[in-house]
């Protein structure tokens, strides 16, 4: 009886008109585009404020890096002047070695070696994590091995002293490992630029230095 009484009701329905029809395609089409429109402000607004976000805090850790690179390129060159000529300097190559061995070995060991290598080091296998106190470490081992006479460079230095200053905003910041380690190839790349007085080359050098044959698009901006 129902079953009948279903059949008669979908036969006494008139089809719809040609107007409800348009009416009805025009409806949905507008809610789909009215979706479509809500995603794409959704996601450019995403974008903008992290892009925003990114150029506020790489510019922050560009000028922490340069006035830190800076300083240790001024308090190196000082050191160095004072200890010139070079000729009694010889016998305080071991004092200087043998201090500057006890700095690394006994309060950072990760400030060993040129400080490119480590840094590459920690964002590979420490997801970007350096201490805080490697940055003065690495400061006072290099003007101690520089002023006795050994033989140093600037821009591994640079670099470490770079990304752990970034390294150290990125951890008062509560980053996670992704964001920490884009913040850390920042501070590499403004201590490379610093010290050499390349920009371009130091955002380059910041995002294929960590992976060989490949490039961070992600953080070129940033750098």
């Given amino acids: 009886m129902s079953r009948v009484f279903v059949v008669r009701l979908k036969r006494e329905l008139p089809p719809p008109t040609y107007a409800e029809t348009l009416l009805f395609f025009f409806f949905v ?20 404020i992290s892009l925003l976000k990114w150029l506020v805090l790489s510019s922050v850790v560009g000028i922490a890096v340069g006035a830190a690179t800076a300083v240790f ?20 190559l071991p004092a200087g070695f043998f201090l500057s061995s006890l700095l ?20 590979h296998k420490q997801s970007g994590r350096i201490r805080a106190v490697v940055v003065p470490v690495k ?6 091995t520089a ?35 884009k913040l850390v190839i920042c501070g590499i790349s403004a201590g490379f630029s610093a010290v050499l007085g390349a920009p371009v080359s130091g955002a380059i050098f910041g995002v294929e230095v960590l992976f060989v ?8 901006l940033p750098s």
């Fill in 73 to 92: 390129l001024k308090i190196l060159h000082a050191g160095i002047a004072w200890m010139s000529p070079p000729s009694h300097t010889f016998f305080l």
């Fill in 104 to 123: 690394v070995k006994y309060v950072a060991g990760e400030a060993k070696g040129y400080g490119t290598e480590k840094v590459i080091e920690s964002v």
């Fill in 29 to 48: 089409v507008f809610r789909g585009t009215e979706t479509a429109v809500k995603n794409k402000i959704v996601e450019e607004s995403v974008l903008f």
């Fill in 139 to 144: 400061l006072a081992a290099t003007v101690v």
């Fill in 147 to 181: 002023m006795a006479g050994g033989s140093v460079g600037q821009v591994g230095p640079s670099a470490q002293i770079g990304g752990g200053l970034a390294s150290a905003l990125a951890g008062l910041l509560k980053f996670d490992d992704s964001d920490r380690k």
């Fill in 213 to 220: 044959g490949t490039i961070l698009y992600e953080v070129l």
